[in-house]
């Protein structure tokens, strides 16, 4: 995951705003990426920092655009070629003897143009663009202004590299190798299949014919509406699909290949259908359930309706995203949509749940309503990822998912804004790479949080309002970041623009400062903002500023705000009425303001008897733990401090809050694993988690519920991880019985232990694996297995875990997890993980044509590393291997490394001295 200007020329550059003195000693302060930017002086006293164009690139020329396309579609499943013809209903409204559109990898053969009514005009030339991915017709004549129809006759190749117009391998039931052919358009993508005006708000519809075998399945976003034999071949039919709404060439789908399917109906009279791959129909039961509760849900939203007859799932079985919203005709990763009832986990039903919420959330917000450009993806994909939860919070109360998100989504979205080189939510993009680039945290989970928090400000019943008559102003249309306001600040008379674009324009974000005072009866608290930076608070003048809506509780009523007030300035004055000095106060609670935040040592001590006695809310002592954990990365506390607090969670019962401290002590456990005391981590790790072990057992036990279910398979995992011997045992001891067909293990229960046999195993066990890797039928199960291999801890092992990344037993987008996997287990892992992508680069790189798998396959490999000279080693890397579309990536990854070595460098020794001192039995 990954995160997301209008038409107009003045948003073809982002502005970050900086107050006006000190921008030049903010610029000379920071680090290349800052060094990027340029600065202007702008009217309204302050600086405007521009993030610039990094490659050159030009929008398509406005004189010609499409109305409507014709578009058939002959693919061949044998040759990997297919055939298209395009007939466009287009508009010249400029006279012009050219015609420039987005073309890539396709091979134009004839192309011609006619005035209605008038003679067909035959292109003479077509001169390609490749690096632009523009094609430029040339006319012999100038086409006048008014209607007319481009005809196109191409080729092109159904490529393996899960983008554009595609082959996706698949067994037959009889154990047959088929190819099914396959669409993803977006981000840019739908120029490989057919030459058209490839920009989100060059909308048009769309007529589809498309030329199959007949025993094949044809799906695309619209039904059927014709059948018939193909006159020249009668092994072909020819399907016609209805006339689409007017919409963006991204959103463009088909699907040619065998499937089954399970239907349903909407309250709403849509029909829903579910397409598996033959035999699992089954498995696409809990999905269909999920999209039929959804889609009247967000009818009842936006009291907007859903306006297609019909929505189609489909699960296809190589697949780069997690899934992608395709109006009508949505594409899911098997594994983000298939449920099996036995062999499916907990996590997986959450995952398939969120998934569906997330791209069914899209045929509003992005279809019916579209962004401008990929400037304003973030509205797309972060409003997606808010109501996604809002979306299975309904369905599956149970799921408590919103302490999920804020784990999930909002600690992470900090996380990584905390960089210098981090990027504004909305930022200007122009050339593929750049938009591939921002499918990022960014866009995505920062995107969520403050709309979060903005929906937390605005409150549900004006929010539901503006997005409303958002959502009715733009139909069928596109709109702005801005748009989105106007509509929310009309609904809200609060100052939705100023506040919402400290937030979306400016990248980082605030550390909230508190101090308190008791006068009299009355808890008076000062409250002021610095920048915070991963690498500590940046304070000053020249330091940004952002609008923060600030909420307080306090002990009375640790659940609800007694206070709330917007911080608009340097510094406010809080007073609490009536609030004896023996209670305390915490700021943001439900942790929904976008900020950390810095207490006094007296305040933050007041709050943590709340975290043993579990007074704070479970989102409250996560959120707490979380900002602590940061801090001691940017050097403001000390890490041993944190690690005491997090020795107050001893009696934790919330899944949610278990899993963030996992993953915290995880990050530790990585940093301490380039020091000689690294086990003294994992046995404070399982001395943490041994109570709730015990507690949880290992089976569960009548009544439990999903997180319960989700709670124990984190546990046992950490254990095992860790090296708990009871643990350890048990595990083999289930294992074997697994394997040998005596005692199957739970679904929920497997990942765990095949982490803790993996991680103290041999090559036997690694055999087994493989071999229980290469029986499985669900594609849950294989990445199960392919995430836990890089736990192996022999060298020799590793590296059979790094080919097997490479080979024909893993899909293409599953390498990436199989080679983060082995980065991520151990010092050794990541060594070895940096060494296999470096002699592999080309192959790797190849394999995913630049796109959001190369960044992520860069994070999890190089992240990790805790040595300055490995930032110099990975910058130098790609400077001669360049990865455009991970630019930023590697940017951020080499600041990582750099403050881990920090870190490391001015925290060992004291947590050494902690970890031995706790041993020492109290006298
Ligand atoms: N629109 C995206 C799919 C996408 C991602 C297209 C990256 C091009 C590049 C889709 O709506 C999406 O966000 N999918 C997520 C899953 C979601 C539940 C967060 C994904 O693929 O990770
Ligand atoms: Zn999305």
Redesign the pocket.
């Known amino acids: ?2 995160r997301f200007l209008s038409r107009q020329a003045s948003l073809s550059i982002i502005r970050q705003v900086i107050p006006l003195k000190t921008a030049s000693s903010h610029l000379s302060a920071g680090t290349p990426a800052i060094r990027l930017r340029t600065v202007s002086a702008a009217s309204n006293g302050h600086y405007l920092v521009s993030m610039p164009e990094r490659r050159p690139f030009a929008r398509l020329p406005a004189d010609v655009s499409p109305v409507n396309y014709g578009l058939c579609l002959k693919p061949d499943l044998v040759d990997f070629t297919f055939e298209g013809k395009l007939e466009a209903a287009v508009e010249v409204t400029q006279g012009t003897n050219q015609i420039v559109m987005n073309c890539a990898d396709i091979d134009i053969i004839t192309a011609s143009y006619a005035l209605e009514g008038g003679e067909e005009i035959n292109a003479t030339g077509f001169n390609y663009q490749n690096e632009d991915e523009k094609v430029t017709l040339s006319f012999p004549s100038v086409l006048q202004k008014g209607s007319g129809t481009l005809k196109i006759d191409f080729v092109g190749e159904l490529n393996d590299k899960m983008k554009g117009f595609y082959r996706s391998k698949y067994a037959s039931p009889s154990g047959e190798m088929r190819y099914a052919a396959v669409t ?1 358009f ?2 840019t993508d739908a120029r490989r299949a057919f030459p058209c005006w490839d920009e989100p708000a060059i909308k048009a519809t769309f007529d589809i014919t498309l030329i199959v075998p007949k025993d094949r399945v044809a799906l695309s976003n619209m039904n059927v509406i014709d059948r018939k034999p193909y006159p020249e071949d009668d092994s072909l039919v020819e399907v016609k699909f209805a006339t689409t709404p007017i919409m963006s060439t ?1 959103l463009v789908a088909f699907v040619i290949g065998e499937y089954d399917f399970v239907e349903s109906q909407s309250s709403d009279g849509v029909t829903v259908r579910v397409y598996t791959p033959v035999g699992k129909a089954e498995q696409g039961k809990f999905a269909l359930e999920v999209a039929v509760k959804t889609l009247p849900f967000y009818k009842d939203y936006f009291s907007v309706p859903y306006p297609l007859p019909k929505i189609d799932l489909i699960a296809i079985a190589d697949f ?6 395709n109006w009508g005709l949505v594409t899911y ?1 098997e594994t ?1 949509l298939l449920i099996d009832p036995k062999n499916s986990c907990a996590s997986s039903r959450q ?1 398939v749940a ?2 569906v ?3 069914l959330a ?1 045929q509003w917000f ?1 279809n019916l309503v579209t962004m401008e450009w990929w400037t304003h993806l973030w509205l ?2 972060g409003f ?2 808010w109501i ?1 939860y809002l979306c299975v919070d309904h369905c599956f109360p149970e799921y408590d998912i919103w302490t999920q998100f804020v784990s999930a989504d909002y600690t992470r979205a900090l996380d990584l804004d905390a960089l210098d080189n981090s990027h504004p939510i909305e930022v200007n993009v122009g050339h593929p790479s750049e938009v ?1 680039e921002i ?1 990022d945290a960014i866009s ?1 989970s920062k995107g969520a949080s403050v709309i979060r928090m903005l929906h937390n400000y605005i409150g549900d019943e004006d929010f539901r309002k503006g997005m409303n008559s958002y959502l009715l102003k733009f139909q069928h249309k596109n709109a702005s970041t801005e748009d989105l306001w106007d509509c929310l600040e009309q609904a809200s008379g609060k100052p939705i623009a100023a506040v919402m674009s400290s937030w979306t324009k400016q990248m980082g974000f605030p550390i909230i400062v508190v101090d308190q005072e008791q006068q009299g009866s009355d808890r008076v608290l000062k409250v002021s903002q610095k920048k915070f930076c991963a690498s500590g608070p940046h304070s000053g003048e020249d330091c940004p500023r952002w609008m923060v809506p600030i909420s307080v509780c306090t002990s009375e009523d640790p659940s609800c705000s007694r206070m709330k007030v917007l911080l608009d300035q340097p510094e406010i004055t809080i007073t609490i009425p009536n609030l004896g000095p023996n209670k305390w106060v915490k700021l943001n609670p439900g942790t929904v303001g976008f900020y950390r935040i810095q207490y006094t040592s007296a305040m933050l001590d007041s709050l943590l008897p709340g975290i043993r006695d579990l007074t704070l809310l479970p989102v409250d002592r996560l959120g707490l733990q979380n900002d602590l954990f940061s801090l001691s990365r940017a050097g403001m506390i000390s890490t041993v401090e944190v690690i005491k607090v997090m020795e107050a969670f001893v009696n934790e019962p919330n899944y949610t809050v278990w899993s963030d401290l996992s993953c915290n002590l995880g990050v530790l456990s990585s940093l301490l694993s380039h020091t000689d005391f690294h086990d003294e981590i994992q046995e404070f790790i399982i001395d943490l988690f041994t109570p709730i072990g015990l507690k949880l057992g290992w089976d569960s036990r009548p009544g439990e519920g999903h997180l319960d279910a989700l709670l124990r398979g984190l546990v046992l995992g950490k254990l095992g991880k860790a090296g708990h011997k009871a643990t350890l045992e048990e595990a083999r001891r289930r294992f074997k019985e697994h394997v040998e067909g005596k005692q199957i293990l739970s679904a929920d229960l497997r990942s765990p232990v095949y982490l803790t046999v993996l991680k103290h195993g041999d090559s036997s066990v690694l055999d087994t694996m493989l071999k229980l890797h290469k029986q499985a039928d669900m594609q849950e199960e294989k990445n199960r297995v392919e995430r836990v291999l890089g736990a192996i801890s022999s060298p020799e092992l590793i590296q059979r875990v790094l080919t097997f990344a490479l080979s024909d037993e893993v899909r293409p987008q599953d390498t990436v997890s199989v080679i983060g996997g082995v980065a991520g287990s151990s010092k050794q892992g990541r060594k070895a993980a940096w060494k296999f992508v470096k002699d592999n680069w080309e192959e790797l790189h190849n394999r995913y044509q630049g ?2 798998l190369i960044s992520r396959l860069i994070k999890l490999t190089v992240d990790g590393f805790a040595v300055d000279k490995m930032a110099t080693e990975v910058k130098s890397f790609f400077e001669s291997h360049p990865a455009p579309a991970a630019e930023r990536t590697v940017q951020q990854c080499c600041e990582n490394i750099l403050l881990n070595a920090a870190w490391l460098k001015r925290d060992a020794d004291d947590l050494h001295q902690y970890f031995l001192q706790r041993k020492v039995p109290p006298v």
Do not use: I, P
């Open positions: 995951m990954l993803q977006e981000a991204y780069a995203a997690g899934a992608m919203e990763r983000a995952w969120l998934v919420g997330h791209e899209h992005g797309n994909e997606a990822s996604e591939d499918f995505y796109g959001f």
